[in-house]
């Protein structure tokens, strides 16, 4: 994980600079064609101010792409559109799951064939909240390495 | 929801109909996190929403922050921990010790919200949770709508939960953010005061004891030697004895508005400080002379750290001790007895061993065998710009290599954020250390605190 801290404070590095000298009289066409570099940060989380990070327990979103201890991209202030994978706090506790309108209903429906999670269907006593809607998945390939080779 | 249509001119201002005098000029207002701390807690815990919350100070000692629920059960505000105990236990009010690290950074986050919303010109932030706007721009709009748009977003964005005052003048704007917290669900936690008679009757229904900058010894003799009752009794009176009475200058500003008429304009944003302290009280009751230079030699390097991430330099250190007075079962308040003592350094510094040196002398100065101590503190001032740092006569000017090696200390702590590079005078052990029982994660500042998701 600590790889992600130094990412995070590669940013302050990221200015582009061009260091050749410039011939006198003839500007360098190169000069035309300085960009701001690819900065990752900006990508997963193009709204800073309403992203949140969580990590993911447990497999029942394995299907989405989603193995255990991948990081969560959470945007609040997304609103959910069914089909969405969100965060939703529901019982005491967070749960991963996509999130399904049909029918004046509501549903939060897991994605693993092999085990076979229950889809809940969110009921008015449950007080089942969108904490926000997770909009990248972050995951370190030392949690999905194959251990058999 | 619309209260006032106005449409008016670049230069001519058109009443609203109904209102006599409208008072549209430069509206402001003031945003505030309804009991910040602990909203910053509920964001993480939606389950808490409607629940007693508290969150107590450094060391578990009071109670720094409560919701309305825990103020209905009669949880006092800065009222000790442990008398409020019973209380607690009875209802089960969720109590959290102080995460500031987490507070700082949602703080960060509703600012610049705001920014993004406003503009950056628009914010003046106040305090970790208060921020005055400027509302110019958005003179001919509905007010009401706009305020409550802001709100709402940034709840949504931060889940952050805020109230809003909006008036001709800081001083209004304060009484009506306060209107609009006293009654969260008939206001939508938004108060607009933008006609004559609006203004009238909030300044009527305002005690004189609640209007911004009056404090209560100020309050209990107006009413006591003036019958100034209300906000509203207040405004009947001249400037020439507000000048007299309510504390010269400043009393004719808070004074004029009142009336409405703005007085304090918008600061730009004061993001480079006159002074840095650190200071926290200790785990437990120290009596070692080299447990507290330990303490205050972290907190210098913490200080200094801070000193360098503004690019000023200190020519002062002082440091106090608060040590335990002897007859502290009588009076928790006024049986600490706190000294301190101060340096004026030949020239200003920000690097930390040179620093380190003075403030540790000073402990050597304030120390009494004997006594035991439960707080320390470190502040620097007379702080220049570091850039303009010159030599005098007697010492020879800085070498720049030390300014880096600062700065690459401090780069290598904010990336591990453990302290791993002190100055051994810090020590290894710490034992003074805060003791925080019931501190929640650090959500938005660590990986390894993040929460976790099923």
């Known amino acids: 994980m600590n790889q992600l801290i130094f990412y995070k404070n590669l940013e302050i590095f990221s200015i582009p600079y061009i260091d050749f000298k410039i011939p006198a009289g003839f500007p360098s066409p190169a000069m035309d064609y300085i960009e701001e570099r690819i900065d990752l940060s900006k990508e997963l989380a193009p709204h800073p101010l309403s992203t949140f990070y969580a990590y993911c327990e447990g497999d029942s979103m394995l299907d989405a792409h989603i193995p255990p201890n991948a990081i969560l991209v959470i945007d609040k202030s997304i609103e959910a559109k069914s089909g969405d994978i969100v965060v939703a706090y529901l019982n005491g506790g967070y749960t991963v799951k996509y999130i399904k309108f049909e029918a004046g209903k509501c549903y939060l429906v897991p994605a693993n064939k092999k085990k076979k999670y229950p889809v809940i269907e969110v009921t008015e006593e449950m007080q089942m909240i969108v904490w926000g809607v997770v909009t990248n998945i972050v995951i370190n390939t030392k949690n999905v390495r194959l251990c058999s080779l | ?454």
């Open chain 2, 1 to 454: 929801m619309i209260l006032t249509e106005i449409s008016s001119h670049q230069s001519v201002r058109v009443p609203p109909s109904g209102a006599e005098g409208a008072v549209r000029l430069g509206m402001k207002a003031i945003i505030d996190c309804n009991s910040f701390y602990c909203s910053c807690e509920r964001v993480f815990k939606p389950h808490l929403d409607d629940k007693p919350v508290i969150v107590l100070s450094n060391n578990d000692g009071c109670i720094i922050s409560r919701t309305d629920e825990a103020k209905n059960l009669g949880v006092q505000m800065a009222g000790p921990y442990f008398m409020a105990k019973p209380v607690i236990e009875k209802y089960n009010v969720a109590t959290f010790s102080s995460n500031y690290n987490l507070y700082g950074d949602l703080s960060w986050q509703v600012m610049d919200t705001l920014r993004m919303v406003l503009g950056k010109d628009n914010v003046e932030v106040y305090s970790v949770d208060e921020a005055f706007l400027n509302l110019d721009d958005f003179e001919n709009g509905d007010l009401f709508g706009l305020a409550l748009n802001i709100r709402e977003t940034v709840e949504m964005w931060t889940g952050i939960k805020v109230s809003i005052g909006v008036a001709p003048t800081k001083v209004l704007a304060k009484v009506a953010n306060h209107m609009a917290k006293k009654n969260k669900i008939t206001t939508q936690c938004v108060v607009v005061l933008d006609t004559k008679q609006k203004i009238d009757e909030a300044l009527q229904s305002t005690p004189v004891k609640e209007v911004w900058g009056i404090g209560h010894q100020y309050a209990q003799k107006l009413v006591e030697m003036f019958a100034v009752f209300t906000a509203y009794d207040l405004t009947k009176k001249t400037e020439y004895w507000a000048h007299k009475n309510l504390g010269g200058v400043v009393g004719i500003r808070l004074l004029k508005e009142l009336k409405g008429e703005s007085a304090n304009e918008m600061e730009k944003e004061l993001t480079v400080k006159k002074m840095i302290a650190t200071t926290r009280m200790f785990g437990h009751n120290v009596y070692n002379i080299n447990d507290i230079k330990e303490a205050v030699a972290t907190y210098t390097s913490k200080a200094a750290e801070k000193l360098r991430r503004q690019k000023s330099a200190a020519n002062t250190i002082s440091v106090f001790v608060v040590a335990k007075g002897e007859n502290h079962n009588i009076d928790f308040r006024h049986g600490n007895v706190t000294k301190s003592r101060y340096v004026t350094l030949p020239v200003a510094t920000s690097s930390t061993h040179e620093l380190i040196k003075p403030a540790v002398q000073l402990v050597d100065a304030l120390f009494e065998k004997g006594k035991s101590y439960k707080k320390a503190g470190v502040m620097l001032s007379g702080l220049v710009p570091d850039e303009t740092i010159q030599g005098n006569l007697f010492v020879e000017e800085k070498h720049n290599g030390k300014r880096l090696l600062m700065d690459m200390v401090d780069n290598v702590n904010f990336s591990m954020r453990n302290d791993i590079i002190k100055f051994a005078a810090s020590g290894t052990k710490r034992d003074w250390k805060m003791r925080m029982e019931m501190r929640s994660p650090r959500y938005t500042t660590r990986w390894d605190e993040l929460f976790s998701v099923k």
